[in-house]
């Protein structure tokens, strides 16, 4: 048996502006959109998003998607499960992080101690924290 990881679901305020802003940060797409959920998925799903897939193989190596759903509570504590995102040695990070920033992210401490980490902390425009980590090639 073999099952997939599909989507994290992601609780909201306003689903259709989390949506579009984690599709801009990762320049993916909004595939679907509704007042109780939108999705967003990297850009080359986007396209295949509407066409069965019949091989097993091929359905596990689909990427994951984003979910937002609304819930009518606001965020308060730190969360339990976060999105870690690392540009490619070839990018600038600084410069990647400062876009996110440009875009609506903000700079959080979580308790890091920021002289001994490799990784950056931000926050969505709802709060949900992600870490931006050191340039990676693979």
Known sequence: MALKWYTIVVDCRDPQAQARWWAEA??????????????????????????????????????????????????????RLHID?????????????????????????VGQDEADVTWTVLADPEGNEFCVLSSRDR
Do not use: C, M
């Open 85 to 109: 995102l690392a540009p490619h040695t070839s990018q600038d990070r600084d410069a990647e992080i400062e876009r996110l920033v440009d875009l609506g992210a903000t700079r959080v401490n």
């Open 26 to 79: 990762l320049d993916w797409a909004v595939v679907y959109d509704t007042p109780d959920e939108a999705v967003a998925v990297p850009r080359y799903a986007a396209t295949e998003e509407d066409q069965p897939v019949t091989d097993l193989d091929t359905w596990l190596r689909r990427g994951q998607g984003l979910v937002f759903v609304p819930v009518p509570e606001g965020k308060e504590v730190k969360n």
